[in-house]
């Protein structure tokens, strides 16, 4: 009996076929192809991700011309930036129909905007030429734009101030 169960072992192991790859290159393949995987889908996750977000600002689209265009006469403003009198610290100053605000007071802007308003409201255009100094930050004129844009002006005609 025992030799009976000694054949069908060996009967059953000589059934049993293992297939390999003749090739080298075939088997590396299809070990990597995983990672090769994980790699492909990272790349494409990370080229999506810095088309998908979106940065705050506001888009210009220039002209090819030089820049000529303009609003009519209308409503000036003047941005400055000068030395305040504690610490040496910088103020931006901004001035409309002679009269002087200061950016960085919350309560001046206030007054800043109701001036607008008013402004619209007899009978101008919501349109605002803004001239900045040289000196004057770019946050500190957007911070002046979203003021303005708050108070109802519609376009704003932003340049340089001159000497």
């Given amino acids: 009996m025992r030799?009976?169960?000694?054949?069908?072992?060996?009967?059953?192991r000589k059934q049993r076929t293992v297939y390999r790859f003749?090739?080298?290159?075939a088997q590396a393949f299809l070990t990597a192809a995983p990672w090769i995987n994980v790699l492909l889908l990272l790349?494409?996750?990370?080229?999506?991700?810095?088309?998908?977000?979106?940065?705050?600002g506001v888009v210009m689209d220039l002209p090819?011309?030089?820049?000529?265009?303009g609003t009519y006469?209308?409503?000036?403003?003047?941005?400055?930036?000068?030395?305040?009198?504690?610490?040496?610290?910088?103020?931006?100053?901004?001035f409309l129909d002679d009269e002087r605000y200061l950016l960085q007071d919350s309560d001046q802007m206030s007054m800043f905007a109701d001036r607008v308003k008013s402004r619209i409201a007899a009978g101008l255009k919501p349109?605002?030429?803004?001239?900045a100094d040289r000196r004057v930050s770019h946050g500190d004129v957007i911070r002046l734009v979203n003021a303005a844009r708050e108070a109802g002006i519609e376009r704003v005609n932003v340049g340089e101030k001159p000497k």
Avoid at 22 to 25: D, F, K, N, Q, R
Avoid at 46 to 56: D, E, F, G, K, S
Avoid at 64 to 69: A, S, T
Avoid at 127 to 131: A, D, H, S
């Fill in 43 to 56: 790349g494409l996750l990370w080229a999506l991700h810095n088309r998908m977000v979106i940065n705050p």
């Fill in 64 to 69: 090819r011309e030089p820049l000529r265009e």
């Fill in 73 to 94: 006469t209308g409503m000036t403003a003047l941005m400055i930036t000068v030395t305040g009198d504690t610490a040496g610290q910088e103020e931006t100053l901004v």
């Fill in 3 to 12: 030799t009976h169960k000694l054949s069908w072992s060996r009967s059953i």
């Fill in 22 to 25: 003749g090739s080298v290159w």
């Fill in 127 to 131: 349109e605002l030429l803004l001239l």
